[in-house]
């Protein structure tokens, strides 16, 4: 009886329903995509480095692990000492190049070494490996987000570099110049920013990666596996703090509307409220009724807010392949749980505010 | 036989801002189970307020007020829910049906507030008495005031109520209406013995009552 109470309370103002249910909607697309964009972009940056195929990283001493603010690069000829230590098959230099506007790393590689690391690209039709000093190599995801064909001429560092193939996605950086161009362009020759390091087989990597630290002291030396695991939010400056933000204002909207609606609610219905008192209701009773009714509008903006989120998702990387975006159930329910705990809070006053109503002015209101 | 409603040196005073108000200035009334008693008098006697003490929607603020033999003058806001919720049904001049609940809804939602479920058998009976089995399916919005009274008679009675109390049940209606209405409380009272004290400012009305309280200035001046 309750429910169809509720139910026939809530179809009875359709608009305010439709509003109420959206800003809960709104609050949980905001939360799933937010925390899903900051999430997807961390794990699919540390798994295009684990596309590598390397074992090992190695990087100059007090080096983030964040590749963009990776600088104090180390000498070339480190290479040399690392492919002597027993098991290493492949030793790869990269040197990092950052675009601060959009936020890219370029890879300056050598071809042979990081074909050595890597097994190599897969080449889309037209492509060639780098071969002349502004050649680039560009991934399929940065080429379809940037519109950019094979023979193409970019813009990049002030240096016009002609686009001599595209590779499929997943390994390492999305941009690839040749390794002498990227450290000329820093005026840092004979330097590398990070060695990928392969082993002869991976359970020798944490014995090749104690063999590096004897070998070069100071030097951050991190088994793949180690790095990816360092890539999560609480290890980025800030992030963690940004995604709680994104909550607090994301449940702040779902609250304020929630409040307001089943503030509007209980005012509109004060003679309703007098007349279920008349009947003997309980305060529980009273309260029940409006926390049911905020709970289901809930449940209704929960459900919406999945479809905005998938389709907002979808509609984002249609337009920006290179973002991602992982609408994850664990943050599903965290943000349905939010959603809920908002709007309980936001109607609790007002549920209170019924409760106490005096049974007699109640019936008296006009 | 324990009476129904017993007051003794009942008094009532609002407070409006600053302003002490004397709605009840030593009410005695005694009233006795099957009995149907029309309590009349001008507006702001304190026929309404003595209804709102009487049906436990209010406190006292001095005297005894003995319902069933329950002090409403010892007993919290809570309790005196519970009480109305198992002895008291209430008709109000204005219906007071829920506006988004079918005829049928509005009556079974007593019962649920009784917390005894919903009786079928119950149900069908005070449907059938009261005419309103064609209409259990409408809102309120869609009956007359003279059905949408009778709905609400219905929902007043569903849980079999010690006392019902009706305040001015005819104050909205026509007189066609205002009869039948009249006719079935009184037929509730005659037939299953259902005790009923009546608000109204209608010497017509109060006429199909046992007995007649007149008030005036919050006090009973004959009976």
């Known amino acids: 009886?309750?429910?169809?109470?509720?139910?026939?309370?809530?179809?009875?103002?359709?608009?305010?329903?439709?509003?109420?249910?959206?800003?809960?909607?709104?609050?949980?697309?905001?939360?799933?995509?937010?925390?899903?964009?900051?999430?997807?972009?961390?794990?699919?940056?540390?798994?295009?480095?684990?596309?590598?195929?390397?074992?090992?990283?190695?990087?100059?001493?007090?080096?983030?692990?964040?590749?963009?603010?990776?600088?104090?690069?180390?000498?070339?000829?480190?290479?040399?000492?690392?492919?002597e230590i027993p098991h290493v098959q492949a030793v790869a230099p990269v040197f990092f190049n950052f675009i601060s506007t959009s936020l890219t790393v370029i890879y300056g590689i050598d071809m042979a070494s990081f074909d050595d690391v890597s097994g190599g690209f897969s080449y889309y039709p037209g492509s060639r490996p780098l071969r002349d000093s502004y050649d680039l190599l560009v991934d399929n995801l940065y080429a379809k987000a940037n519109h950019v064909k094979i023979g193409d001429t970019l813009t990049l560092l002030n240096h016009q570099f002609h686009v001599c193939g595209m590779v499929e996605h997943g390994k390492g950086a999305r941009l690839f110049i040749p390794l002498q161009t990227a450290q000329d362009l820093m005026q840092e020759p004979d330097k590398a920013s990070l060695f990928f390091i392969k082993c002869t087989d991976p359970g020798y990597a944490d014995a090749v990666a104690d063999a590096?630290?004897?070998?070069?002291?100071?030097?951050?030396?991190?088994?793949?596996?180690?790095?990816?695991?360092?890539?999560?939010?609480?290890?980025?400056?800030?992030?963690?703090?940004?995604?709680?933000?994104?909550?607090?204002?994301?449940?702040?909207?779902?609250?304020?509307?929630?409040?307001?609606?089943?503030?509007?609610?209980?005012?509109?219905?004060?003679?309703?409220?007098?007349?279920?008192?008349?009947?003997?209701?309980?305060?529980?009773?009273?309260?029940?009724?409006?926390?049911?009714?905020?709970?289901?509008?809930?449940?209704?903006?929960?459900?919406?807010?999945?479809?905005?989120?998938?389709?907002?998702?979808?509609?984002?990387?249609?337009?920006?392949?290179?973002?991602?975006?992982?609408?994850?159930?664990?943050?599903?329910?965290?943000?349905?749980?939010?959603?809920?705990?908002?709007?309980?809070?936001?109607?609790?006053?007002?549920?209170?505010?019924?409760a106490r109503l005096d049974p007699v002015d109640a019936l008296a209101y006009e | 036989m324990e009476p129904i409603i017993a007051t003794h040196d009942l008094r009532k005073v609002y407070r409006v801002g600053k302003v002490a108000v004397e709605a009840l200035r030593g009410v005695d009334c005694i009233v006795h189970e099957g009995e149907f008693v029309a309590v009349v008098g001008p507006s702001g006697c304190g026929k309404s307020t003595l209804?709102?003490?009487?049906?436990?929607?209010?406190?006292?603020?001095?005297?005894?007020?003995?319902?069933?033999?329950?002090?409403?003058?010892?007993?919290?806001?809570?309790?005196?829910?519970?009480?109305?919720?198992?002895?008291?049904?209430?008709?109000?001049?204005?219906?007071?049906?829920?506006?988004?609940?079918?005829?049928?809804?509005?009556?079974?939602?007593?019962?649920?507030?009784?917390g005894n479920g919903f009786n079928p058998h119950r149900f069908q009976g005070v449907a059938e008495m009261l005419g309103i089995q064609e209409k259990l399916d409408h809102r309120p919005f869609a009956l007359s005031g003279g059905e949408q009274q009778r709905v609400a008679i219905a929902r007043a009675v569903i849980c079999d109520p010690k006392l019902l109390l009706a305040d001015e049940p005819t104050g909205n209606l026509d007189s066609e209406n205002s009869q039948a209405v009249l006719n079935m409380i009184r037929g509730l009272n005659k037939s299953f013995g259902q005790t009923v004290l009546m608000i109204t400012h209608n010497p017509e009305a109060a006429a199909v009552a046992d007995r007649i309280i007149h008030m005036r200035d919050g006090r009973i001046i004959s009976d």
Do not use: C
């Open chain 1, 1 to 83: 009886m309750v429910n169809k109470l509720i139910v026939s309370n809530i179809l009875y103002r359709p608009i305010r329903t439709a509003v109420s249910a959206l800003a809960v909607a709104i609050e949980v697309a905001m939360v799933m995509l937010f925390v899903g964009l900051a999430h997807g972009l961390l794990n699919e940056s540390a798994h295009r480095v684990e596309g590598v195929g390397a074992d090992i990283l190695v990087q100059p001493a007090g080096s983030s692990f964040l590749f963009a603010l990776s600088q104090a690069p180390m000498p070339l000829k480190i290479g040399d000492r690392l492919k």
């Open chain 1, 212 to 354: 590096i630290r004897q070998l070069l002291h100071g030097y951050q030396v991190r088994p793949v596996n180690e790095y990816l695991s360092l890539m999560t939010s609480n290890n980025l400056p800030g992030l963690n703090a940004f995604i709680t933000v994104v909550v607090i204002i994301a449940v702040g909207i779902g609250f304020l509307v929630i409040f307001l609606s089943m503030y509007t609610t209980v005012t509109e219905r004060t003679r309703e409220i007098g007349i279920l008192k008349s009947l003997g209701a309980s305060k529980r009773y009273i309260i029940a009724v409006i926390l049911r009714e905020a709970g289901l509008l809930s449940a209704v903006g929960i459900i919406v807010g999945y479809g905005i989120a998938a389709v907002t998702r979808k509609v984002l990387i249609a337009y920006f392949p290179t973002l991602f975006i992982e609408l994850t159930m664990q943050w599903a329910v965290y943000a349905a749980i939010l959603a809920v705990a908002g709007s309980m809070v936001g109607a609790f006053y007002p549920a209170m505010r019924a």
């Open chain 2, 51 to 114: 209804l709102h003490v009487l049906g436990g929607l209010t406190g006292p603020t001095s005297g005894q007020v003995l319902v069933d033999g329950n002090d409403f003058s010892k007993m919290t806001d809570a309790d005196r829910t519970r009480f109305r919720r198992h002895k008291i049904g209430f008709v109000f001049q204005r219906f007071n049906l829920l506006p988004t609940l079918t005829a049928r809804d509005n009556i079974a939602i007593a019962q649920h507030i009784q």
